[in-house]
């Protein structure tokens, strides 16, 4: 019964730093996709300026942050799949367990790519719409 | 001047800086967290500990203070051994158990604790008398509930039941004498304390004169560990622990957490340092020509430098005071989870604000913000100027 409480707290204390990682992980993301796009303010005023439409540039755009996400989901999903291995590894030695500790399942991969995959998208057509409604020569700094 | 320009960098931007401050704030917040729950478990267990001056316990060969049933024999000769010793001031022998408390038809259990009242630390009154006579028993308020009882009331206290003829055994009629509260005690855990000669003589022969637990006081000025050593050698069936001792006991069954702190905060460090260097970079990036005319006209690379520093520094400590507030509310909700581990003492924190701890992660954040302004910084000094001027001409 108190081992069953004990697991309890420790699963609900997981949750919560998980909460916590998700939304500092999602600022971050955000941040770097909004940054990413911001940088190439000229690109995009170039295109503007030859006459691509702004939806053409905004879907361009929307499909380099979905690419992004998904090559960064995928070395993610690695890191976290190495960084379980070594987490057993090290707790199941200092404990003398054969207890698993961290588990990579499909769930949880799914979770963080989709996770990911929305945030990258969002953060980039943000980001796209935001430069795509502002004039050129703005962009060019005129 | 350096601050100046650093400041119209950050301002020309305003929604990029402050989303890069909004991340180095989580990302402070969760370092913050981390430094407390590194540091904060163990000055909290030492404070509990040493909250009643008593720097020895002894408990039976090989186990914690109540971590089993298992009791020191003979509590007068282990008494006599440790008052032979100077340095030892005050000696408090407790004895654990259970009881059971008819309240009209109902049966309440608790824990237990017969005490000295002259020497104990185990609990505080809170108001009323303390357990002076053999009849008095000291409650805590969640028992005192459970009872429906108050201060004055005569109960019906039992130290077993004999499951085959449905009765109570060593049974006593005691009168509360006032709610206390355990200093050990965890939440929604039912308490009380009687003396300790009482609850020999409701536990029955097998629990004459032994003891579970011996709390020991110290001389000013002598040392706890030589005391301990020293009764180790007189008592060979006793552990002796001094707080050095069972704060290392401690570190080694809470490992996981201190560890977990380490990795979390090193983590969110990282973030916060890349999250800056990633924003200070594209700064420079579009800053090019600009930074080329400032060195053309005969600015000193010191100063583009400076500058630059100055600007991941400036958004590491904004960072850092929005994530203060922002730590110390999710350090909160994180300790209220990690508290109700089932047996853990009230009084322990998992999340103790330190001063020194929000120092500590203040520190980092501005040194990793030094750290991230100085590769940007070096490729701003070293843009060839010509160059560098032609590429935004031509733009």
């Known amino acids: 019964m108190e081992t069953s409480r004990t697991f309890q707290v420790v699963s609900r ?3 919560a730093i998980g909460v916590i990682t998700i939304v500092a992980s999602s600022v971050f993301l955000l941040c770097i996709m909004v940054l990413k796009v911001d940088e190439r303010r000229r690109d995009i005023a170039a295109l503007r300026l030859m006459g691509i439409s702004r939806s053409s540039v905004v879907r361009t755009i929307v499909i380099e942050s979905a690419l992004v996400a998904v090559l960064g989901s995928v070395l993610g999903v690695a890191l976290g799949w190495v960084t379980s291995l070594f987490v057993n590894w090290h707790y199941q030695a200092l404990y003398r367990t054969p207890l698993e500790f961290s588990i990579v399942t499909a769930p949880v991969v799914v979770f963080a790519v989709s996770l990911s995959l929305v945030l990258g998208i969002g953060a980039g057509l943000l980001a796209s719409v935001r430069l795509a409604r502002t004039p050129p020569l703005q962009l060019f700094g005129r | 001047m350096r601050t100046a320009l650093a400041q119209a960098s950050l301002i020309r931007h305003r929604s990029r800086t402050l989303l890069a401050v909004l991340g180095v704030a989580i990302a402070a917040a969760m370092l913050l967290d981390m430094v407390m729950l590194a540091t904060g478990m163990r000055e909290s267990f ?11 316990r002894l ?24 008052r032979s010793n100077p340095d030892i001031r005050e000696i ?8 059971h408390i008819q309240a009209g038809d109902r049966d309440v259990s608790s824990a237990v604790l017969g005490i000295d009242p002259s020497v104990q630390g185990d609990y505080v009154s809170l ?7 053999a009849d008095a028993i000291a409650v805590n308020d969640y028992l005192l509930g459970k009872l429906g009882a108050r201060i004055g009331d005569t109960v019906n206290v039992a130290s077993g039941y004999d499951p085959q003829t449905r009765t ?15 200093i050990y005690g965890a939440k929604d855990q039912a308490g009380a304390a009687m003396r300790r000669e009482t609850l020999e003589a409701m536990s029955g022969p097998e629990k004459r004169d032994r003891a579970s637990l011996f709390m020991i006081r110290v001389r000013k000025g002598a040392d706890a560990e030589r005391v301990r050593d020293w009764i180790e050698t007189q008592l060979p069936n006793v552990t002796a622990i001094s707080v050095a001792t069972a704060i290392a006991q401690v570190d080694q069954r809470l490992s996981y957490f ?13 973030v916060g340092f890349l999250l800056v260097t990633t924003l200070v970079t594209v700064s420079v990036n579009e800053r090019a020509g600009e930074i080329a005319v400032m060195r053309a006209i005969g600015v000193s690379k010191t100063h583009v430098v400076q500058q630059i520093v100055i600007e991941g520094v400036a958004i590491s400590v904004a960072g850092a005071v929005l994530g203060l507030g922002l730590g110390l509310v999710t350090a909160r909700y994180l300790n209220a989870i990690l508290s109700s581990f089932p047996g853990l003492p009230m009084a322990i924190d998992f999340f103790l604000f330190q001063p020194r701890a929000a120092w500590s992660a203040l520190g980092l954040l501005i040194a990793s913000g030094i750290a991230s302004g100085v590769y940007p910084a070096w490729r701003a000094a070293s843009l060839p100027i010509a160059e560098s001027l032609r590429r935004e001409a031509i733009a």
């Not at chain 2, 009629?173 to 006032?178: A, E, N, P, R, S």
Request: charged fraction near 20%; charge should be positive; proline fraction near 5%.
């Open chain 2, 258 to 270: 201190r560890q977990l702190a380490f990795i979390l905060g090193a983590v969110s460090l990282f």
């Open chain 2, 59 to 82: 408990a039976p060969k090989g186990t914690l203070p109540f971590d089993t049933d298992a009791t020191i024999p003979g509590v007068k000769a282990v008494t006599a051994v440790l």
């Open chain 2, 92 to 99: 408090s022998a407790v004895m654990g158990g259970s009881i």
């Open chain 2, 46 to 56: 030492r404070e509990l500990l040493l909250s009643r001056g008593f720097e020895v």
């Open chain 2, 168 to 182: 109570y055994t060593g049974q006593r009629k005691l009168v509360i004498t006032g709610p206390v509260k355990f």
């Open chain 1, 13 to 15: 204390f997981h949750r």
């Open chain 2, 127 to 133: 108001s009323g008398r303390d357990v002076k006579s």
